[in-house]
């Protein structure tokens, strides 16, 4: 039987890849239960989205298999923390998470790195009669200022010293909230602030974003997986993310 070069360097790199992630392994991570369109949503117990599309053709090119477990936030933090799950598909970077999250080597909080998973912008909601007008200054941020539980944003703010209601589990939630105490404001994503409010007069989206985050493939300390094996996942999800065809089309897939 004769091999052409091609065939014989394609095979090659597929032991390479094979070898260095073992086969038969499989990639357990968790995500929120918190719907975070389009990034994770959450139907029943089905999970999907453009971060789920993306890791899972990251991993197909190293011939592994992957798995997600869909978990309230702060429980899929604490349950990698200790090990039950090689990583978390779409966390944002703190110091405090860094003790137990290994994040690419470039991640900055304040510049885009580029092995993150995407890049969001966080936006204000408030009611339509409220006259305010946010123009990037947090301290004048009607409130209570509502975020999910456990979820960065709304406790970076309330380490500024503001009135943060993080007593939700979600953003759907915090936007039932507003409506009914007619007051205060909510932070998202611009994403699912579109998706929430749709055609309600009633509710304003800001058009100066609160603040623009990296999200990212963290894996816990404890994951058998070594530095060279996290490297090259992490290789993987980035040229993911600059293939442009395939994002085009996964974006659009999830903003019909």
Partial sequence: MRFSTQTFLTATLLLIFSSSICVGDTLKLCVSDSNWHPYVIIEGNEVSGIYIDMLTSAVELLSHEIEFEILPWKRCLHQTKEGKYDGIAGVSYQEKRAVYLDYPNDTNHSTHSEFRLSQVEY????????????????????????????????????????????????????IRKLRRDKTGSVVLIKEMALLLINNNSDLTIHKQPLKSKAYFL???????????????????????RKNKVFMHKTFAKYHQ
Avoid: C, Y
Avoid at 137 to 165: A, M, N, Y
Avoid at 218 to 229: D, W
């Fill in 123 to 174: 936006v204000v909601v408030t009611m339509q009669k409220d006259a305010h007008k946010f123009s990037g200054d947090v301290k004048t941020l009607p409130v209570p200022i509502r975020s999910p539980l456990g979820f960065s944003i709304g406790i970076e703010l309330e380490k500024q010293g503001l009135l943060v209601d993080n007593a939700a589990l979600n953003d759907s939630a915090n």
């Fill in 218 to 240: 963290a894996f816990s300390k404890k994951t058998k997986l070594t530095q060279h094996q996290k490297a090259q996942l992490w290789n993987a999800g980035k040229n993911i």
